[in-house]
């Protein structure tokens, strides 16, 4: 980490033991919750590792339903299907019918969304920006005007008939009891609501359901354990008004739409009428032993939800203020997007492509594990286990883990492991995925075409979604130019090579060593660690050297030929993210480049080609004439900024923060995080939309911040926002991993994290403009007042601490030990390195 200098201060006795962390359980199936009071699992054991279970929501987009789990892994599945006026059903893949998400519990003890049956195809801003097209026949083209002309009829009827036929309910979960038992309710928000509690298996297994009194009693065998039978039972507090049993999951679904199904076992579905603010509440269990579960009292359902309802800000990250908004909208987006993997039996991290594609082990779920260690530790370390469990795709290189054909997924999984051992202190990841990650990164010098030791980039030709996917840029206009060069040996891969030595590629292979070599240091494998540490400085040495452009002062890939690719985009700050930028040079990028809002910076940050680059927004017409549709083109296509031309990528942010807030610009960090989160929050607040991108620009409003297609529930958008949570409090994966990073510089208001479990322990942070407050396990341990400070390198002992602090002003420091006296010292504005 580089910054500027400081004074040093000492009081007292300098403190040179730490303080003992407490480390959690490993990620293997034992994992269980922080004890009872405590957040993440209220003092029940995670959800996925004991039998039975019941968790709400944990099957890909069945976000109206909950798995249940029982002996021998037998499975059952209730769901709660909204049929629309056009008889069809709402049921799984409901992406676009999600209306609104949360309050949730990452470990399913409390779960709420709203779903309808309007998707928002057709939203209000499309019929304007259609008018508008029309209106101005002089912004657009011909063919724009006529296209608009031909749709915009159309549109509006059936943007007309869907609200007319708009219909939604409210549904929420509790989990009770010994966790096998889950009390619901749903809830219409308009008259002349139709909905089913259906009953069948998740993945078509072979239970069998059967009529009891008002609901719905079934069994399976085991799955894991053929000699084991589960049981379950859906209680209902009242009677259908008609119900039926059926052959197949396709019978049920003809039945429901006023269709006939053949009768028989394999799935049930109850019939409700409910007009609007009626409630509907059952209960539903699963156990070992045939189950008599009695209809719920419609009151004490309330009382259980309601209560279930206030321990989620209680027990699990939240916050106030723009941050404090944000933890609250991560915690639920992360919840919402759990998964379970029926194969490995644990949970993951959807990545949410359209809200769905189940496990990916491409560099978007590293993002993913990063933000979900915030939320809940097993969840985290659950989910990547089972990246590094995942086998390889069909027709790749053949290693099991991160996928090899982005060559970024290893480095940025090396990270994410590396950032849940900063966390968490849990070694038992790092011992299981260092062997994978050294066979990834051994393999990467077949990219090197020239044997100079850097990396160029594989070639994809003319590969459909972009030139760029070797690391998930598809379309960047960086590597529109690139020429193959035929491979000679190397793993296997089919690709061949290019002349394109890449700024970004190299950034990752040196982040690569860096974090290598730091896991070989707590392995004790010093030979690999002093490996790992020359390759580093190497990459470092060799990237400086030639591929720091001295007349346009940046980074920039090169050609084999020496030429340079004039392409800018935030690739260029990379070299920060990995350590390898002088601070001479780190510097000059973010003082010249980064705050330069003809290039990045302003509201939206940071656009992915730079606004005076000739590829920025080159993705389609843009007609500067208009101010909210600028990037409009048609109805339902992609605009001028997508994909990489432009758009806001929450990974590409992400990296850009990291980079920053190594190199010790606290105060650019934090607005550039407070952007970020803006971008955020807008798309959350008005849509409860977290999507896979955002316009580079402010004011585009056919889907709010986020780009016109993109995809609605986006794992990793939540790394917009996880960069207020960060700034307020993280683990410190540049130094030592055992030390803290808290307070803000430039985070604006006031601002507060709580439930936040590092290393055993349970933080909150709060920060304004005056007053910086850190507590830990619910004692104040630090207090800064008189200025906003941004303290890093935090090691708590106890009897004092030692840290460095930036101040944007006088401020007097107090620090709380656990056994010592309280300590209290006055820095002045800078940085000044602090033993007390």
Not at 48 to 70: C, H, I, N, S, Y
Not at 210 to 219: K, L, W
Not at 693 to 705: A, K, L, T, V
Request: negative net charge; charged residues 20%; hydrophobic residues 40%.
């Amino acid at each position: 980490m580089t910054g500027l200098s400081g004074s040093v201060i000492a009081l007292g006795v300098p403190g040179t033991a730490r303080a003992a962390a407490a480390t959690p359980a490993s990620a293997d199936a034992g994992t269980t919750a922080p004890a009872a009071g405590t957040p993440q699992g209220g003092g029940l054991p995670y959800p996925t590792e004991q039998r039975p279970f019941a968790m709400p929501g944990v099957k890909e987009q069945d976000w109206t339903g909950a798995l249940f789990v029982g002996e021998g892994e037998s499975r059952f599945a209730l769901r709660i299907v909204l049929l629309t006026k056009a008889n069809k059903v709402i049921r799984e893949k409901m992406t676009n019918n999600l209306w609104r998400i949360g309050p949730m519990a990452p470990d399913g003890t409390y779960k709420q969304v709203q779903v309808s049956t309007d998707d928002r195809k057709i939203m209000p801003a499309h019929l304007d920006a259609m008018q508008e097209v029309i209106d101005h026949p002089d912004w657009y083209s011909a063919a724009e005007v006529a296209d608009a002309t031909a749709k915009l009829p159309g549109l509006k009827a059936g943007y007309d008939l869907a609200q007319a036929q708009k219909r939604t309910i409210e549904v929420r979960y509790a989990r009770t009891g010994d966790g096998s038992t889950l009390t619901g309710s749903v809830t219409a928000l308009d008259d002349d609501t139709t909905i089913f509690l259906e009953v069948a298996t998740p993945w078509g297994e072979a239970a069998s359901f059967a009529p009891s009194g008002a609901g719905v009693t079934g069994s399976e065998q085991g799955l894991v354990d053929a000699g084991t039978t589960g049981y379950f039972q859906l209680s209902p507090s009242q009677p259908a008004v008609s119900s039926g049993f059926y052959a197949s999951v396709t019978d049920m679904i003809a039945a429901m739409t006023g269709g006939s199904g053949a009768s028989g076992t394999a799935a049930a579905a109850l019939r409700y009428e409910l007009a609007e603010g009626e409630t509907l509440s059952f209960t539903a269990a699963v156990g070992g032993q045939p189950l008599t579960v009695s209809a719920p009292d419609a009151q004490t359902v309330h009382r259980t939800l309601t209560a279930a309802e206030s321990r989620v800000r209680a027990s699990f990250l939240t916050g106030s203020g723009a941050a404090g908004r944000a933890a609250d909208a991560v915690r639920d987006a992360l919840s919402l997007n759990t998964n379970y993997d029926k194969d490995n039996h644990r949970n993951y991290v959807m990545w949410g492509w359209g809200g769905g594609g189940g496990l990916f082990t491409g560099w978007d779920s590293s993002f993913d594990a990063i933000s979900a260690a915030l939320v809940s530790t097993p969840l985290a370390l659950q989910h990547e286990t089972d990246v590094f469990a995942a086998p390889a795709p069909p027709n790749q290189v053949p290693i099991n883990g991160p996928r090899y054909d982005q060559q970024n997924s290893g480095p940025m999984h090396a990270y994410a492991v590396w950032r849940l051992y900063a966390k968490h202190g849990d070694l038992s990841l790092v011992q299981r995925t260092y062997p994978q990650l050294v066979t990834f990164y051994d393999l990467l010098p077949e990219w090197d075409a020239d044997g100079d030791g850097l990396l160029e980039s594989p070639y994809f030709g003319d590969r459909i979604g972009g030139r760029g996917n070797h690391l998930g840029l598809d379309d960047s206009p960086v590597y529109a130019a690139y020429q193959r060069i035929p491979k000679k040996g190397g793993s296997g891969d089919k690709r061949d090579n290019s002349n394109l030595t890449d700024v970004a590629l190299n950034s990752y292979y040196a982040l690569f060593a860096e974090v290598l070599a730091k896991m070989a240091g707590v392995l004790g494998k010093s030979a690999d660690q002093a490996r790992f540490s020359a390759d580093h400085a190497r990459i470092a040495d060799l990237l400086n050297a030639r591929l720091w452009h001295p007349e346009r002062r940046m980074y920039l890939s090169r050609y084999l030929d020496g030429t340079w690719n004039e392409v800018v985009t935030p690739t260029v700050f990379y070299p920060l993210f990995a350590g390898i930028a002088t601070p001479e040079r780190a510097t000059v990028l973010v003082r010249e480049h980064l705050l330069d809002p003809e290039m990045f910076w302003g509201d939206y940050v940071v656009p992915s080609v730079a606004r005076n680059d000739p590829t920025y927004c080159s993705g389609g017409p843009v007609h500067p004439q208009s101010e909210h549709f600028k990037f409009f083109d048609r109805y339902n296509e992609g605009s001028a900024p997508e994909q990489w031309k432009g758009a806001v990528w929450p990974p590409m942010n992400a990296t850009v923060y990291d980079g920053v807030k190594r190199y010790g610009f606290d105060d650019v960090a934090g607005q550039f995080a407070a952007r970020s989160t803006a971008m955020y929050l807008d798309a959350w607040d008005k849509d409860s939309w977290f999507p896979e991108s955002f316009d580079p620009e402010p004011g585009q409003s056919i889907m709010d911040s986020a780009v016109d297609t993109a995809w609605r529930t986006y794992s990793w958008s939540n790394a917009m926002a996880v960069q207020s949570l960060h700034e307020l409090l993280s683990d410190n994966p540049w130094g030592d991993p055992e030390a803290l990073m808290f307070g803000t510089l430039s985070l604006p208001g006031a601002n507060t994290i709580s439930n936040v479990v590092l290393r055993g322990h349970v933080y909150d942070v709060s920060a304004d403009a005056h007053t910086t407050v850190l507590t830990r396990d619910g004692q104040v341990v630090f207090r800064a007042t008189g200025a906003r400070v941004a303290v890093r390198d935090f090691l708590l002992t106890p009897t004092g601490a030692s840290f460095e602090v930036n101040a944007d002003g006088q401020a007097q420091l107090h620090l709380f030990p656990e056994n010592g006296r309280p300590r209290t010292t006055k820095v002045g504005a800078g940085r000044t390195r602090i033993t007390l």
